[in-house]
């Protein structure tokens, strides 16, 4: 199995900055897609963007041109550039993963790191 550690959360003004990142350690054979999601108090959680294992991402519209997700496959990790941040970034950011395997993929999440935006 493996587990998903985030980093980098924490407190930043409006237009500010600040890079998440998503460690994977364990025992596992490969991680397929990656991926950030985030949910606000009372909201549900939602896909903020998805890199597969070759690099192609793909964002939600709310973060395009704002947000970066990039991959290191050599240490298993993600990383999430957040750029201009607005107040409506704030919430609680997972790192979630897929493992191939026969039947169905292994879900895995992180525990979540607080991003508030706030001036």
């Given at each position: 199995?493996?587990?998903l550690?985030?980093?980098g959360?924490?407190?930043?003004q409006?237009?500010?900055?600040?890079?998440l990142?998503c460690?994977?350690?364990g025992?596992f054979?490969?991680?397929?897609?990656m991926a950030?999601y985030?949910?606000?108090?009372?909201?549900?959680?939602?896909?903020?963007?998805?890199?597969?294992y070759?690099g192609k991402?793909?964002?939600a519209?709310s973060?395009?041109?704002r947000?970066?997700?990039?991959?290191?496959?050599?240490k298993?990790a993600?990383y999430?550039?957040?750029n201009t941040?607005?107040?409506?970034?704030?919430a609680?950011?997972?790192c979630?993963a897929e493992?191939p395997?026969?039947d169905?993929?292994?879900?895995?999440?992180?525990?979540g790191?607080?991003?508030t935006?706030?001036?």
């Open positions: 199995q493996a587990q550690v985030e980093s959360g924490g407190l930043a409006p237009g500010g900055s600040l890079r990142s460690v994977a350690s025992t054979s490969s991680l397929s897609d950030w985030r949910q606000a108090p009372g909201k549900e959680r939602e896909l903020v963007a998805v890199i597969s070759d991402a793909d964002y519209d973060v395009k041109g947000f970066t997700i990039s991959r290191d496959n050599v298993n993600i999430l550039q957040m941040l607005k107040s409506e970034d704030t609680v950011y997972y979630h493992e395997a026969p169905r993929p292994y879900l895995y999440w992180g525990q790191t607080q991003v935006v706030s001036s």
